[in-house]
């Protein structure tokens, strides 16, 4: 598993696009979550069984955007998600849905869906655990707004819990 993991880090480390996005963690109640990206720091934190509250920013090289978010637990693998995104022109609110599930031992595979006036933004990925408290992401993440160009790409990121 660690030499799939080597060769996984290195391809996309050489030869992708980085991006990254804020996955769907799993944490537990008071537990809080920070991760870096290539352009990407998000912090989250869970505050009841159902509730995490969550911050975002993200440098996509032509704009920042800032989010902040919450996510509601309505089982095991399904969430809704509620969120207010501020762009470089102003802010929007959002909606979504997010599912998660195991993939294998240490992996758990996550799609969420969100959107708002102007947008919608597509991530499916995975998250290994490396240790009790560290995770690496991988994803696919794809922007649509409704004016200007749809951007996609991979990612590789990194989650401390504490």
């Known amino acids: 598993m660690k030499k799939i993991l080597l060769v996984l880090v290195s391809l996309f480390t050489l030869g992708v696009s980085t991006g990254f996005a804020a996955p769907i963690n ?52 399904l969430r809704g998600i509620v ?3 501020n762009f470089d022109s102003g802010s929007e609110t959002y909606l979504g849905l997010a599912v998660n599930g195991p993939l294998a031992p240490e992996c758990q595979g996550y799609a ?4 708002g006036n102007g947008f919608k933004e597509l991530r499916v990925g995975a998250n290994f655990s490396l240790s009790s408290n560290v995770d690496l992401n991988l994803d696919y993440h794809s922007f649509m707004p409704d004016v200007g160009g749809n951007t996609s790409d991979v990612g590789i990121g990194a989650t401390y819990k504490f």
């Open 83 to 85: 969120g207010s995104r």
């Open 26 to 77: 799993e944490l537990q109640v008071t537990q809080t979550a920070v991760g870096l990206g290539s352009d990407t720091f998000y912090l989250e934190h869970k505050f009841t069984d159902n509730f995490i509250l969550g911050f975002q920013n993200d440098d996509w090289g032509n704009g920042n955007t800032s989010d902040i978010y919450g996510q509601f637990k309505f089982s095991s693998n």
């Open 112 to 115: 969420s869906l969100i959107g």
